[in-house]
């Protein structure tokens, strides 16, 4: 068994951890944080320092890299900073649908841009009547031969203020049955593509956290797009979307990763000097103890989310693909879980000063809680195993994951 990472993969934690330290500084973030404010000048640079992309292939200018490459940049980020790291992460996650399933023109068109940091890119699925229940769409496609007509309203959408391209998940085919009939339309911001009728977006205020993104309402209104904006194959957009998840929810997983690592950092160093009673407050079992426990719980989410990357990494060789969407639900749920007692601890070794802004948890106790909401539930990513492993043959798991 070998723990360890590649060369290539130390030397892109170190440069992403160098970065991160460097530029992702406290009076930035709280600058962003007051002016909700997507940190666009930080993420321009991320991109120029070769962080985004990584995954896509050498011809968009990607790193030809996976998923396990990602979420040691995503940890290092998050580590950092929850609220640039969440920003830059979630501004390009939402691509990675377009390098699985796009053509080379697609690719071209939203990731070349996206790798120079010039394109932001958000993912519209949920509506206001389909939240976890994403097996029948409101919004509407219709296909006219030369282009596709999209009417209805996503609601929620990150990054809706100022994504140059969303990717929407419409129903093509009203008449199909649950989780069918769906597909996959990429729609730009940019009015000049669209060939009649409206795009129309309206920020939703007054978030817990997160507050570097926008949450937006999209509406289209008999928005009408060239017949080449639809991505992949049509009538299996669920599907799509379901195969995108698999790999970015690990991501996911690793931005509670980072965001715990942190704030375990800065409670230890507290407990260390911070002196009640005449001794540093770490010397009292009850303090020290929950210190303890916290770096465990986070090496336990750490080497999880890594062992997931990598079987996803290498589902194929490893012959571990039908056991990936079990260990992506697993991290999706288990990582945010454990990153959520983690923070409760740091905000308790801080005392009082854990309640303010300053000391950096509470920030990242609001951020790190909408990891659990997003890109599916924690519910949904149990009744997700629960599928996975009623159907696994025991042989499989007993073998090969116990
Ligand atoms: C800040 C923010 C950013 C977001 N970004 C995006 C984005 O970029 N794109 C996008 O498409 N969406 C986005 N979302 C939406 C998010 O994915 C949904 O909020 C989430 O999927 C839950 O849907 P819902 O809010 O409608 O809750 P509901 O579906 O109404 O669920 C309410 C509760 O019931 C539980 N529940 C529902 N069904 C079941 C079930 N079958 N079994 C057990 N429990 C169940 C849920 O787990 C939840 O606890 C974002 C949300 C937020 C808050």
């Known amino acids: 068994m070998d723990f ?36 666009r000048e930080l ?30 940049v995503i940890e290092e980020l998050c580590k950092a900073d929850s609220g640039i790291g969440l920003a830059i992460h979630l501004a390009f996650l939402p691509a990675k649908i377009v390098k699985i399933f796009g053509t080379e023109e697609q690719r071209q068109r939203y990731l070349a841009p996206l790798v120079r940091g010039d394109f932001v890119s958000a993912i519209s699925l949920t ?38 391209f969303f990717v929407v998940l419409c129903q093509d085919d009203p008449t199909a049955g649950p989780g069918q009939g769906m597909t996959t339309v ?21 978030k817990m956290g997160l507050k570097m993104t926008s949450s937006s309402e999209v509406v289209f209104k008999k928005l009408a797009l060239p017949a080449d904006r639809i991505l992949g194959e049509r009538g299996r957009g669920l599907q799509q979307v379901l195969g ?35 001794q540093p407050i770490i010397d009292f079992q009850a303090v020290g103890h929950i210190l303890a426990r916290m770096f ?4 336990a989410a750490k080497w999880s989310t890594y062992y997931a990357a990598w079987a996803c990494d290498h589902r194929e060789a490893a012959k571990l693909a039908s056991a990936v969407p079990l260990l992506t639900s697993m991290v999706k749920h288990h990582v945010p879980e454990t990153a959520k007692e983690v923070l409760d601890d740091a905000i308790t070794v801080f005392g009082g000063y854990g309640y303010f802004l300053e000391q950096d948890v509470e920030r990242r106790y609001r951020d790190n809680r909408i990891i659990e909401i997003y890109e599916g539930t924690v519910q949904i ?9 009623k159907k696994l043959n025991p042989d499989f798991l007993d073998a090969s994951l116990l």
């Open 4 to 39: 360890s990472l590649t060369k290539e993969q130390r030397d892109i934690k170190r440069a992403a951890r160098e970065f991160a330290r460097g530029e992702l500084t406290k009076e930035r973030a709280w600058q962003y944080e007051r002016e909700h404010a997507f940190p």
């Open 43 to 72: 993420y321009r640079k991320a991109a120029q320092l070769g962080f985004i992309g990584l995954d896509y292939p050498a011809e968009v200018g990607g790193g030809g890299l996976g998923v396990t490459e990602n979420v040691l």
């Open 127 to 164: 509506e206001p009547d389909h939240g976890c229940d994403l097996t029948r769409m409101s919004t509407r496609m219709e296909y006219r031969g030369d282009r596709v007509v999209l009417d209805g309203t996503k609601i929620f959408t990150t990054n809706g203020a100022y994504a140059d």
């Open 186 to 206: 990429l729609v730009d911001r940019d009015p000049h593509h669209h060939l009649g009728g409206e795009l129309e977006t309206a920020e939703i205020e007054g």
């Open 244 to 278: 995108f998840l698999d790999q970015s929810r690990i991501e996911i997983a690793a931005q509670s990763l980072g965001i715990a690592e942190g704030a375990f950092a800065r409670a230890l160093a507290h407990a260390k000097g911070r002196k009640q009673f005449g």
């Open 296 to 299: 465990s719980r986070i090496q």
């Open 381 to 389: 990513q149990l009744n997700n195993m629960v599928r996975v492993l």
